[in-house]
């Protein structure tokens, strides 16, 4: 059995920092890395520095989550809401833009992407999200930008060059409906970005998500987007503004609706394995053979190598911010026949995948 054991937090090239999607004998991975935020258990998530490092620790798709800016550009950051996620907080110049919101349906306070111009927001530095478990991604606080979509896929032209391997990209509108209602629309100019990189097409190694399943109805049918799509879901709940739940969407039935305009979903990872009540893995659901029978590929979200992220009976050590069996756990996930799977540090995927698929 592998065990990442105790690896220093935030030291890949313990893992081996060239690491290749490839596996033995060259063949096509069976099942993607997404590299999600970027590298983001290495680096302040959504920063160039976080998406190239998961291209080089060997990711096959780099996530952004994008947001609109007062003036309508796409930039990538978790929510609107950016308080916890630059310095903008200790900016005396913009103390005044912070306020409260109604965000799909809850009030949120804070500084928001669409109260700045491009020019302003990039003033700004990004800072890590959750410091008390990275510590040591706060290294890197002040460093780095908030990158641009398109900046992103200049990027990604870059490295796929550089690396002698296409890397794909994995782009999710954050709450579409909100901007929808702020006049900042959120589908317009991310179709008009695809189609200027030439990535608007069936085969390109594209992924759309969404946790709105309209939204992606609307791109596929309003906005003609042919790059594939993926319906994001959640363990529990509703989309926002929707009549149906995330199980409602899951079922049989609902799965292949959902395949008239999607390619495949993107499940919370405890729809695939539950956990049980003590906390430790339960047993899979049928979820990934009824997607694929659907013809829908299953990418679920989120792998992360800490304590406190991973089940009770994969954590190493008392510690919540130590590395627990990882690689275990994202093996014992494969091996359901997933499609893909989103890891904040890329260099493990990689791993876990080879593990998985060693025969092939």
Known sequence: ????????????????????????????????????????????????ASYELAARLGADFIEPDLVSTKDHVLVARHEPEIGGTTDVASRPEFAARKRTVLLDGISV??????????????????TERIPAVRQHNTLYNGL????????????????????????????????PTYFRELGLDLETPLVQVLRRNGLDRADAKVFVQSFEAKNLEALREDYRLR???????????????????????????????????????????????????DDTLGEPTTLVKDAHAAGLKVMPYTFRAENTFLPADYRVGTDPAAYGRAIDEQVTFLKTGLDGLFTDQADIGVLARSATYAHV
């Open 144 to 175: 780095f930008p908030v990158p641009t979509f398109q900046e992103i896929l200049d990027l990604r032209k870059r490295l796929s060059k550089e690396l002698d391997r296409e890397i794909g990209v994995y782009p999710e509108t954050k709450h």
């Open 227 to 277: 790059a594939p799509s993926i319906f994001l879901t959640s363990a529990t709940g509703s989309p926002f503004g929707d009549t149906r739940t995330y199980a409602e969407y899951l079922t049989p039935a609902g799965l292949k609706k959902l395949a008239r305009y999607a390619d495949g979903i993107g499940p919370d990872k405890s729809q695939v394995i539950p956990r049980k009540a």
């Open 109 to 126: 306070t804070g500084w928001f992407t669409h109260d700045f111009t491009l020019a302003e927001l990039k003033t700004l530095r990004a």
């Open 1 to 48: 059995m592998l065990r990442l054991g105790a690896l220093a937090a935030g030291a890949p090239a313990v893992l081996g920092a060239t690491a290749s999607p490839a596996l033995a004998g060259g063949h096509r991975p069976p099942s993607l890395v997404v590299g999600h935020r970027g590298a983001s258990g290495y680096r302040p998530e959504h920063t160039l």
